[in-house]
């Protein structure tokens, strides 16, 4: 399957900011647009005040490189736009250019659901300034809301302690495009399927649901209701109980219940959708084992989220599934992860000139070079991620020194750590060499990580720092070019 083909069209070069396009024009109309740089993507906390980031999207990004080109159709809008005073914005020479643009970078990436941390580069690209500035917009805006509803849904599942997770937030998700890239990168994060029938379709994932409220309304009563669903499903038959009255929807389903089983079927579960869910499973728990239904599952739903769920587990909630909507599509308590992509090198002749952006906030001054990320680990446990220059050979000892608190460092024998790189090559100068895995086994890549790391890391209020360093020598060049650059300010005063 191709994403952009199926559920958009073939090409989505124009998915980005003008001011993109303004750039990559300055620098055609300047002769700079061949000029080699590197930029990196890359997140600077992680989201929800948590201790890790699943990163989710590349599949999308493959898909939109894949097809990148810019259409006659698009350039013929783009020919339509004027500047301030009325004369086209761009050179009918420029469209042409564009037209007959090939994509040729070099883009390196980290798998999809790797854990990741902040200052890592979770995509790079290498090649002519112009096109890796044309793709900015559009790589920020996959990475950064699919990791963040991946993050979430890992969350949430880790709340559940090895429950099915439900996604159920078609309803509530931000628009068409935010329903199926949240569906998606829910089912990475860890839920055990979706609501979502399109992105059934689309992506394979395990699809899952029941009736409405509206389904009971529309009889004369609950019972009548109930035995309609189940004689219409008998063989996929969960029950809604809350419409009126609780325990009596209950009692209503244990009847239902008999009724199947006197058929050979049965009834798999009910659900739970509103008031205190922690009483009420425990008193249908109760209710359906006495009645000799151990085995009907009892589903909750109601906002829930991973707080919520980690307190009702805490009140010894006898809940089974957990069904997930808006405050997960939606990242409810964090609408954005706050991806930057940044410029940290050109090339001059055959040497790399490294760059930075300053800021009076540390936070905001990015890291140089042709980053890669060496995550160490011992017995099977992850330890520490080195954020190093590819260009500059390393000695056996790593000194990493963390890039917001110099005081902060550490040093890793490479003799006694194994180690693996995390960036991987997707497209070397314009072709795809990295075959994507199956959403099942980029599942499964999430759940393995997780369980690699300290419990601390996971946990949901003040998590476990994860060790994350710049290595002594990117460190060491990043501080060379802020007091250069600021000794420069200074002499200009």
């Known amino acids: 399957m191709n994403i952009t083909q199926d559920v958009y069209r073939p090409s989505l070069a124009l998915l980005t900011d003008l001011y ?19 930029f990196n993507l890359f997140f600077r906390k992680n989201p929800f005040h948590g201790g890790f980031t699943v990163s989710c999207g590349l599949a999308y990004i493959i898909d939109l490189i894949s097809d990148y080109k810019f259409e006659e159709e698009d350039t013929a809008y783009l020919s339509t736009l004027q500047g301030k005073d009325g004369s086209p914005l761009f050179e009918p020479e420029f469209l042409v250019y564009l037209r007959e643009l090939k994509f040729s970078c070099s883009v390196s990436a980290i798998p999809e659901g790797t854990i990741v941390f902040a200052h890592e580069p979770l995509v790079r690209l290498m090649g ?118 609780t325990i009596q929807g209950i009692k209503n389903a244990i009847e239902i219940a008999g009724m199947l089983r006197s058929q050979g079927k049965m009834l798999q579960g009910i659900r739970i959708d509103s008031g205190d869910l922690a009483y009420f499973s425990i008193q249908a728990r109760q209710m359906l084992d006495q009645a000799g239904f151990p085995d009907v599952k009892v589903v909750a739903s109601n906002d829930l989220d991973e707080h919520i769920i980690a307190s009702l587990k805490e009140q010894d909630a006898e809940i089974d599934m957990w069904g997930i909507g808006t405050k997960m599509v939606t990242a409810f308590d964090q609408p954005a992860l706050g991806a930057v992509y940044k410029l940290s090198a050109i090339k001059k002749g055959e040497e790399w000139d490294y760059k930075i952006k300053l800021s009076e906030q540390s936070v905001k001054i990015n890291n140089p070079g042709l980053q890669q990320v060496r995550r160490f680990y011992d017995n099977g446990r992850y330890i520490a991620d080195m954020i190093f220059d590819e260009t500059h050979q390393i000695t056996e000892h790593y000194r990493i020194i963390d890039p917001m608190d110099a005081t902060k460092r550490r040093t890793i024998d490479q003799n006694t750590m194994q180690f693996e790189d995390l960036l991987q090559p997707i497209f070397i100068q314009g072709h795809l060499v990295y075959q994507s895995p199956s959403i099942e086994a980029t599942k499964a890549l999430v759940k393995e990580g997780l369980n690699k790391f300290y419990k601390g890391v996971k946990r949901f209020v003040n998590p476990h720092t994860y060790v994350v360093g710049l290595h002594q020598d990117l460190y060491d060049k990043k501080m060379e070019l802020i007091l250069k650059l600021r000794n420069g300010i200074e002499e200009k005063k």
Not at 20 to 38: F, H, I, R
Not at 129 to 134: A, F, K, Y
């Open 20 to 38: 993109q396009l303004t750039m990559a024009y300055g620098y055609w109309k300047s002769g700079e647009s061949e000029k080699e740089s590197v």
């Open 128 to 245: 002519p300034i112009l096109q890796c500035q044309l793709l900015e917009t559009a790589l920020l805006n996959i990475i950064n809301f699919q990791s963040l509803i991946a993050t979430k849904a890992a969350r949430i599942t880790i709340a559940a302690k090895g429950d099915p997770v439900l996604e159920f937030g078609l309803r509530r998700a931000q628009g068409i495009d935010g329903a199926l890239s949240a569906s998606r990168a829910a089912y990475i994060g860890g839920c055990a399927s979706t609501s979502n029938v399109l992105a059934g379709k689309l992506f394979g994932i395990p699809v899952a649901g029941t009736h409405a409220h509206s389904w009971i309304m529309s009889f004369e009563n609950e019972l009548a209701a109930f035995k309609s669903y189940a004689s219409a499903m008998p063989h996929n038959c969960v029950l809604l109980v809350d419409t009126y009255d």
